[in-house]
């Protein structure tokens, strides 16, 4: 029977990235593995890149990373788990039902039937301790109703979304409430960077924190890396408030 890989995803060498220990023949894996993924369909998928980090917790842990472009949009899936092959598994298997989630259309008032992936609980507890700032992603929001910025957060496997209401033009965040549906964010607690890193810090079962910068008037994440410090979010080009 001929592979199907002969007709999936092509994953040029210099687009699996890898960081930290894994080793070749993980490397290899991940290749042929994503490979097996469909290409065609409308709108048909390119621009692989396949990112595998491996992290020195307690216990050790893998981060696998899928990204592709279909149709101009932006397809993600990541997983951790213990080993690169478990987390290269679930994470093309999530990328196979995203693509198809892609393909089949977003239904206006619904939940798409994916799920947000983060760490593991224990890999979370293991990276307990003080956390640092020590990423700032500058982003023009997109200006879009509550479900487009859900459908785009769950296509790109994010546990949040930072955008801007378009009704109301306010900065908002749409996340997942557990697994039942979404919730959006509109109002955030008023915190310069180093209180929300502080805030954060002291809610070690918190996943990110949404605020409002005080000069600006507009929203900011900030959220929990795999290693253990933070990162933050903020519109490019922050406008004045009044």
């Known amino acids: 029977m001929p592979d199907s890989r002969a007709s999936g995803l092509a994953v040029a060498p210099d687009a699996v990235i890898v960081r930290g220990r894994v080793s070749s023949g993980e490397m290899s894996y991940a290749e042929w593995a994503v490979a097996g993924l469909p290409?065609?369909?409308?709108?048909?998928?390119?621009?692989?890149?396949?990112?595998?980090?491996g992290y020195a917790g307690r216990p050790p842990f893998v981060?696998?990373?899928?990204?592709?472009?279909?149709?101009?949009?932006?397809?993600?899936?990541?997983?951790?788990a213990s080993t690169?092959?478990?987390?290269?598994?679930?994470?093309?298997?999530?990328?196979?039902?995203?693509?198809?989630?892609?393909?089949?259309?977003?239904?206006?008032?619904?939940?798409?039937?994916?799920?947000?992936?983060?760490?593991p609980p224990e890999l979370v507890a293991a990276s307990a301790g003080p956390a640092r700032l020590v990423r700032i992603k500058e982003c023009r929001l997109a200006v879009r109703p509550p479900a487009a910025a859900a459908f785009t957060m769950d296509l790109r496997d994010y546990p949040f979304h930072l955008f801007t209401e378009a009704a109301t033009r306010r900065d908002g965040v749409v996340h997942t409430d557990g697994g039942t549906g979404y919730r959006v964010l509109e109002e955030?607690?008023?915190?310069?960077?180093?209180?929300?890193?502080?805030?954060?810090?002291?809610?070690?079962?918190?996943?990110?924190?949404?605020?409002?910068?005080?000069a600006t008037g507009r929203g900011r994440v900030l959220y929990r890396r795999y290693d253990g410090n933070v990162a933050l979010i903020r519109p490019r080009a922050e406008r004045s408030r009044g």
């Open 63 to 80: 981060v696998a990373q899928i990204r592709v472009v279909a149709g101009g949009v932006l397809v993600r899936s990541q997983v951790a």
């Open 188 to 214: 955030g607690p008023a915190l310069d960077v180093p209180a929300a890193v502080d805030a954060l810090g002291s809610a070690p079962g918190r996943p990110f924190l949404f605020f409002t910068d005080p």
């Open 39 to 53: 290409a065609g369909g409308e709108p048909p998928a390119r621009d692989t890149i396949v990112r595998i980090s």
């Open 84 to 119: 690169a092959t478990d987390a290269v598994d679930r994470a093309v298997a999530g990328m196979r039902a995203r693509l198809d989630r892609l393909r089949r259309g977003a239904p206006g008032g619904t939940r798409p039937p994916l799920r947000a992936c983060g760490p």
